[in-house]
């Protein structure tokens, strides 16, 4: 399993990982970037499974990631999910025209994370059981 946390907060990215590790997903499944690009460049390598991703972040804002990244992997767009505070619906909008379907508030609700995370984490094990 390997799981992809973007975001430029620093203090954010170390949320995401603490509230994955109390899923009992390994630390070392986890990989975080502060750039879209560095992200998309690990993705491109290895076989990713879930993806996190801030909405707006400095070189490269959530839109333009989503959009390279669904265009290079389509298959990421049931288990990528949207961190981000905005409440704007346009903006979300765009995030979802962009191919962002799923959307996890900020500051993260520990229950509303671990309802959505958790099934996608058992349906990987189960993925991965299977494959043993």
Known sequence: MKIVIL???LSMRMIIEAYLEE????????YSFERGQDALDFIDKEAVH??????????????IFVKKLLDKHPHLAASLFI?????????????????????????????????????????????EKIFE
């Open 7 to 9: 975001d430029d907060s």
């Open 23 to 30: 899923l009992a997903v390994p630390d070392n499944a986890i």
């Open 83 to 127: 961190i981000s505070g905005e409440d704007s619906q346009e903006k979300l909008k765009i995030m979802k025209d962009a191919g962002g379907k799923r959307y996890i508030r900020k500051p993260i609700d520990v229950k509303h994370f671990n309802h959505y995370v958790k099934a996608e984490i058992t349906k990987i094990r189960l993925q």
């Open 50 to 63: 879930i993806v996190f991703s801030d909405m707006y972040m400095p070189s490269m804002d959530g839109p």
